[in-house]
């Protein structure tokens, strides 16, 4: 892919894992940051769906990702910053050698219909 396309800042945020006293995982903290990267941002357009009984728009898209270490520890857990909205990510492809990158599924809520 031709690095001209990484046009596009994106954020990675993860909860952290919030243990008690004794060190055991009791649930999930907040979103923070893990990592910003170049990403090339292709909407897939948006469609309506219904979630807890009424009608949400939905916009889901691919975000194409340079293959790194780092990057390969995304997981469905995740969510995207990107233009001002949070994506959840909903599915992430293998790295591919050829081109260096990973794409990754997103949505977002667009609010009611």
Not at 63 to 70: E, F, G, K, V, Y
Not at 80 to 101: E, S
């Amino acid at each position: 892919m031709d690095p001209g396309r990484f046009d596009t800042r994106a954020t990675i945020l993860r909860r952290a894992v919030v243990a008690d006293a004794d060190g055991d995982p009791v649930g999930a903290g907040a979103y923070a940051p893990v990592m910003t990267l170049w990403a090339s941002y292709r909407p897939q357009g948006a469609r309506e769906a219904a979630q807890g009984g009424r009608a949400q728009n939905v916009e889901t898209g691919t975000l194409t990702i340079r293959d790194s270490a780092q990057a390969r520890t995304v997981t469905n857990a995740d969510r995207v910053a990107l233009r001002d909205r949070d994506f959840n990510v909903t599915g992430i492809g293998l790295p591919d050698r050829r081109t260096g990158t990973i794409q990754l599924t997103i949505a977002t809520d667009l609010g009611g219909a």
